[in-house]
Nanobody, 120 residues
Framework: QVQLVESGGGLVRAGGSLRLSCAAS????????MGWYRQAPGKQRELVAMIRSGESTNYADSVKGRFTISRDNAKNTVNLQMNSLKPEDTAVYYC??????????????WGKGTLVTVSP
């Protein structure tokens, strides 16, 4: 199993910045990708940003140019730097990890989520 622990959420005014971090631990053979999803009240969970083992990334159109995802492979951590935050970025942000274990490949794991609130 893989455990994901998120940190860095909070309350910020529009235009401000926050940095989310997620650390993965457990019996992992290799991590294929790590990323962040978010879910706003009454909406479906959506991909925010993803970074793969080869360092390729993809972002939701709504955050391109404002958010940056980075990864420390040695520490199995992923960070999301969020700048120029908008009220519509308010959501619970979930860390996601796709990993290979000894028993199976391509398994998805989720953190418990961290709340980001952006006030007008």
């Amino acid at each position: 199993q893989v455990q994901l622990v998120e940190s860095g959420g909070g309350l910020v005014r529009a235009g401000g910045s926050l940095r989310l971090s997620c650390a993965a631990s457990g019996s992992v053979s290799s991590i294929n990708a790590m990323g962040w999803y978010r879910q706003a009240p009454g909406k479906q969970r959506e991909l925010v940003a993803m970074i793969r083992s080869g360092e390729s990334t993809n972002y939701a159109d709504s955050v391109k140019g404002r958010f940056t995802i980075s990864r420390d492979n040695a520490k199995n951590t992923v960070n999301l730097q969020m700048n120029s935050l908008k009220p519509e970025d308010t959501a619970v942000y979930y860390c996601n990890c796709n990993a290979d274990l000894r028993i199976a490949s391509g398994l998805n794991f989720w953190g418990k989520g961290t709340l980001v609130t952006v006030s007008p």
